[in-house]
Nanobody
């Protein structure tokens, strides 16, 4: 069973930065596509960014140029560096692992990001 543990959320002012981390408890971490999703109150969960096993990245249009996803396979960890944060980035952010063999999605418990003055 894969476990994902997010950290790094919090309260930040508009224009500020935060870095989220997600540690995965799996020995085959480096083979899996990792992603960050978010869900704002009253809205559906949406894709923020993904990074493949080869470190190819994909971003939602709303975060391009402001957010950067990266991974450290030696530490089984994926990161989301968020800059120029806006109030509309306020949401619970979830880490995702899509298993490279089964296509099963695994989710973390979520971390709250609040952008407010």
């Amino acid at each position: 069973q894969v476990q994902l543990v997010e950290s790094g959320g919090g309260l930040v002012q508009p224009g500020g930065s935060l870095k989220l981390s997600c540690a995965a408890s799996t020995s085959d971490f480096r083979f899996n596509t990792m992603g960050w999703y978010r869900q704002a109150p009253g809205k559906q969960r949406e894709l923020v960014a993904t990074i493949s096993r080869g470190s190819s990245t994909n971003y939602a249009d709303s975060v391009k140029g402001r957010f950067t996803i990266s991974r450290d396979n030696a530490r089984n960890t994926v990161f989301l560096q968020m800059s120029s944060l806006k109030p509309e980035d306020t949401a619970v952010y979830y880490c995702n692992l899509r298993h490279y063999i089964s296509d099963t999605d695994y989710w973390g418990q979520g971390t709250q990001v609040t952008v407010s003055s």
